[in-house]
């Protein structure tokens, strides 16, 4: 038992390289009012920039089977983004934000890269978290939360590994400082 818990937690702080793109990707969309790339002339999706949304239809059955759909993953996303909000490390960059439009473009973003029928509505994460200053401890903080998330939703461990893989590159994206 102490193996397997010494082992998730490995793979957790390897997959760390990872999920800080995903709330605060829609996040950032809402972080100054007087940047500037106003939200209605910025492009959603920078053609440069890695898909942040990659599909894997191989992945249908593991959304189904494992994350409850769309409908679960709606759910997992509303925990995560509590756990957010109660998480002092986390909480200033989701205070002045739109959550229900985070929480819907996550759920959206989650959905196509697990294969699902969606489409991601949200904007590319170069261009998102340009200017957050989020840092290797907010980025831990997000994958503790998500961890918690979709162990709350009782999302087996190995499904959770297989989303944090498709998202572990976009970490490149998101950490800017």
């Known amino acids: 038992m102490k193996a397997r818990k010494n082992l998730k937690h490995t793979l957790i702080a390897s997959s760390l390289a990872l999920l800080t793109c995903l709330p605060f990707a829609a996040l950032a969309q809402d972080a100054n009012p007087n940047d500037a790339m106003p939200m209605d002339s910025t492009p959603r999706l920078d053609p440069a920039a890695p898909n942040p949304a990659p599909p894997h239809p191989e992945l249908a059955g593991v959304l189904q089977n494992d994350f409850g759909g769309k409908e679960g993953l709606a759910s997992i996303v509303e ?87 498709v998202l572990a590159p976009m970490h490149r994206e998101a950490v800017t400082q």
């Open 79 to 165: 925990t995560f983004m509590a756990n957010m909000m109660t998480d002092p490390r986390t909480e200033p960059f989701f205070a002045n934000v739109d959550r229900q439009r985070v929480k819907r473009e996550l759920t959206e973003q989650f959905c196509v890269i697990l294969g699902g029928d969606c489409v991601y509505s949200g904007r590319d994460m170069r261009t998102t978290h340009a200017g957050l200053k989020i840092d290797r401890n907010n980025f831990n903080a997000l994958v503790e939360n998500l961890q918690r998330a979709m162990d709350t939703h009782k999302v087996p461990f190995r499904s959770q590994n297989k989303l944090l893989a």
